[in-house]
């Protein structure tokens, strides 16, 4: 079982910085595939980033390479999303996901999922 917590969404301009933090709980989290994922308004979820339990294993939307960093501390059972040069559509709220097995990108397949934090970037 791993309960996760998002924090660090809010509202900022476009070409603005926010990192999003989600704090996990569970005796698995190190062993766990973590991954981003956002949901606009009316659109359905989609992936955005995912990490491997040792942080070798990283895969980005294409919407977000080069913009969004995600990573990783076990010590703290945290994983982080760092999110530079923000666009109005990346407005959504973002969820935090885990699951035992290898990165794959199908939210279907995560199987513990945060509450989510609101992210809105404005024009």
């Known amino acids: 079982q791993v309960l996760l917590e998002e924090s660090g969404g809010g509202l900022v301009q476009a070409g603005g910085s926010l990192r999003l933090s989600c704090e996990a709980s569970?005796?698995?989290?190190?062993?766990?595939?973590m991954a981003w994922f956002r949901q606009a308004a009316g659109k359905e979820r989609d992936f955005v980033a995912a990490i491997g339990w040792g942080g070798g294993y990283l895969d980005y939307a294409d919407s977000v390479k080069g913009r969004f960093t995600i990573s990783r501390d076990n010590a703290k059972n945290a994983v982080y999303l760092q999110m530079n040069n923000l666009k109005p559509e990346d407005t959504a709220v973002y969820y935090c996901a885990a699951r035992a097995g290898r990165g794959v990108r199908a939210g279907s397949a995560y199987e513990f999922w945060g509450q989510g934090t609101q992210v809105t970037v404005s024009s």
């Open positions: 569970g005796r698995t989290f190190s062993s766990s595939t």
